[in-house]
């Protein structure tokens, strides 16, 4: 079964600076897709980024970006300029897609909990 | 123009009673899903579901139903309700085997908080 590791309960970044929250995973499959979603304090689940496996170009969106290391199966998001509107919960997913059974569904990590300070 | 709406946001029941949570997306997708997030936070896969097959997750109690009238709507009953059954219960749907670009990508309902007294 994949497993999906975040190592950081808890981070915390000043304003305008640049924080990086770590993932990394476990599968055996070679083609699976990668989620960073975002839960703020209302609680809704908010898509920030996504990867495919098969590219090698990190994903970027505006001041969010990855890492992604195959091999390595790790995949780090870097948000740029944190604002105090970035401060919620972090989920890193992995999802297998339907070749690997995955209509399955997103497997999440335990989350990271990300403090913006003014 | 809510994508993907839930209701109740917030439920609260007794123990024993039997409760329906309703789920209904706008954005033509083939595939939904119910998670279930606990006290800790941590997310986990209940059921996956499109026009033609239930996937549900072997530690999910046969308490749990998922009921879809129509492939926009996808509501989870439950039956004798416990009290290890608090959480939040979030619906999700996403573009499925229909295909076409982005279409793992899940877009998740608002959450209903459930607390059983």
């Known amino acids: 079964a994949q497993t999906v590791t975040q190592s950081q309960p808890e981070m915390s970044v000043q304003e305008a600076e640049t924080v990086t929250l770590s993932c990394t995973y476990d599968?055996?499959?070679?083609?699976?897709?990668l989620f960073w979603y975002k839960q703020p304090p209302s609680r809704q689940m908010i898509l920030v980024i996504r990867?495919?496996?098969?590219?090698?170009q990190n994903a970027t969106e505006n001041r969010f970006s990855v890492n992604f290391q195959k091999a390595a199966k790790s995949f780090s998001l870097k948000i740029s300029d944190s604002q105090l509107g970035d401060a919620a919960m972090y989920f890193c997913?992995?999802?297998?897609?339907?070749?690997?059974?995955?209509?399955?569904?997103?497997?999440f990590g335990k989350g990271t909990h990300l403090i913006i300070q003014p | 123009d809510t994508a993907v709406s839930q209701t109740p946001k917030y439920l609260v029941t007794q123990m024993g009673n039997d409760k329906s949570i309703k789920c209904e997306q706008n954005?033509?997708?083939?595939?939904m899903y119910w998670y279930k997030q606990d006290s800790k936070k941590f997310l986990k896969i209940m059921f996956s579901?499109?026009?033609?097959?239930?996937?549900i997750n072997e530690t999910v109690p046969n308490r749990f139903s998922p009921k879809s009238p129509d492939k926009a709507h996808l509501n989870l009953h439950i039956n004798s309700l416990e009290l290890g059954d608090s959480a939040v219960y979030f619906c999700?749907?996403?573009?499925?085997?229909?295909?076409?670009?982005?279409?793992?990508?899940?877009?998740f309902g608002p959450g209903t908080r459930l607390l059983v007294l």
């Open positions: 997913a992995l999802y297998l897609g339907y070749s690997g059974g995955g209509a399955d569904g997103l497997t």
């Open positions: 990867q495919e496996a098969y590219k090698q």
């Open positions: 999700a749907s996403s573009r499925g085997l229909a295909g076409g670009r982005d279409q793992e990508t899940q877009y």
């Open positions: 599968t055996s499959e070679s083609d699976y897709y």
């Open positions: 579901y499109n026009n033609k097959e239930l996937i």
């Open positions: 954005l033509g997708h083939d595939t």
